[in-house]
């Protein structure tokens, strides 16, 4: 499913256009891009505005972060923002469902989970005590609320996400907060993930596919960007271009030293 099939950039007045981000190069070339898959990759060096685009479309979008504050009041978000407010996106499905997701985001929601698990657990102790001495039944409705809470991050995490390597976590945070029919925006996911969990995730992408998602990732793995039929933009070229996969540099670069890496080495 396609829901956003393209969004326009506006030209910001003449005072803004020096700074960041209107200042990047890639910035400056946009007119427009169209989103023709469910799956669109934005690939190019650091630096490039990959991601810097990317969280103005989360912005423009008003989507739901995870592990971060509203993408109306981070700070980190503030110039990008401006950046937002340019961008007209149109839509073939208007969603709310989906989430953004930045890599070093994940660390933080992990943190946040495991205190909140902590804080409920302490609750509940503190309830036991206060009504040590009154029925099992007002006790049991005064537990309520909490073991209720804490079943539901079970059911969502199992023993929690700080239980698991990163990204065992990771995976099981993105797959426990998926929901049919959404909108997801994705800054370098496979930064926490094993060569065999980037193919996890790979297989993950295609069961949300089959069930209406749509993604658009920033990303540097040349394994992820081999998803059967995506959408693959060139950062690296201002404007941003479609490309081949067979055509990324990451893929050719890769392909080569896993070849023949002596040959790359022996100049270092």
Not at 137 to 149: D, G, S, V
Not at 179 to 208: C, T
Not at 215 to 241: C, E, G, W
Request: proline share 6%; hydrophobic share 40%; with cysteine.
């Amino acid at each position: 499913m396609i829901h956003l099939r393209s969004f326009s950039l506006r030209r910001p007045e003449d005072g803004k256009q020096n700074g960041f981000p209107f200042n990047l190069p890639v910035i400056r070339s946009i007119d427009s891009i169209e989103f023709s898959s469910p799956v669109t990759f934005f690939v190019g060096e650091n630096g490039s505005g990959k991601s810097t685009l990317l969280e103005a479309l989360a912005c423009a979008a008003g989507s739901i972060t995870v592990g971060s504050e509203s993408v109306k009041t981070d700070p980190s978000l503030g110039a990008v923002r401006q950046l937002a407010d340019q961008m007209r996106l149109v839509w073939q499905k208007r969603t709310h469902r989906g989430f953004f997701l930045r890599a070093e985001d994940f660390f933080g929601y992990a943190r946040k989970m495991a205190q909140t698990r902590q804080e409920l657990e302490d609750d509940l102790h503190s309830v036991d005590l206060d009504y040590q001495d009154r029925s099992a039944t007002a006790a049991a409705f005064a537990r309520l609320p909490y073991a209720n809470e804490l079943g539901d991050i079970q059911r969502r995490y199992g023993d929690g996400l700080d239980a698991r390597s990163h990204g065992e976590s990771f995976l099981a945070l993105f797959q426990s907060r998926f929901v049919p029919g959404g909108f997801y925006l994705l800054d370098e996911p496979e930064a926490p993930l094993s060569p065999i969990r980037q193919l996890a995730l790979i297989a993950a992408l295609k069961q949300m596919v089959a069930q209406e998602a749509q993604f658009i990732i920033a990303t540097h793995s040349p394994i992820l960007m081999a998803f059967p039929d995506a959408l693959i933009y060139n950062f690296d070229v201002a404007p941003p271009q479609p490309v081949a996969y067979a055509d990324l540099e990451h893929v050719k670069l890769t392909r080569d030293f896993l070849d023949n890496p002596d040959a790359f080495l022996k100049h270092l």
